[in-house]
């Protein structure tokens, strides 16, 4: 399970260095296994256009955003929520991938019923 987070700087930004140690301390004291992409707009006009990056430092993780300098519970709260999307996601596919009672054969719905207490 890889967690991506998209960091917006500029070669001139005081800020972005600060949002880049908070991020860097968060995944730190956390222990999570995060993937940090720091982005210069000034060499990547492009992506950033992509993004509809306005100012920077911006942090975007799957839908979640933070434009300027964050507080640590909001940054902390954008881990959290990439987290927590991530794993909903990965539950989700594997319920998906579970067969139906249905798709069982005859055989394997008698010995499922054999195990249930009465």
């Known amino acids: ?7 917006f700087t500029s070669t001139h930004c005081t800020w972005c260095e600060v949002v880049r140690g908070m991020i860097e ?11 940090l992409y720091e982005i ?15 100012e920077v430092p911006t942090v975007i993780s799957r ?3 933070l434009s300027g300098l964050p507080s640590f519970a909001d940054l ?7 987290i927590m999307g991530r794993i ?7 319920i998906l991938s579970q ?3 249905s798709d069982r054969s005859p055989e394997s719905k008698e010995s499922v019923l054999e195990h249930i207490p009465t």
Do not use: C, W
């Open 1 to 7: 399970m890889i967690i991506i987070i998209l960091l």
């Open 25 to 35: 301390e968060q995944l730190s004291e956390l222990n999570l296994n995060i993937v």
């Open 40 to 54: 210069n707009i000034d060499e990547n006009m492009n992506i950033a256009q992509v993004y509809g990056i306005l």
């Open 63 to 65: 839908t979640k955003r």
């Open 76 to 82: 902390r709260s954008l881990l959290f929520q990439s």
């Open 88 to 94: 909903q996601e990965h539950n989700f596919s594997i």
């Open 99 to 101: 067969p139906k009672s």
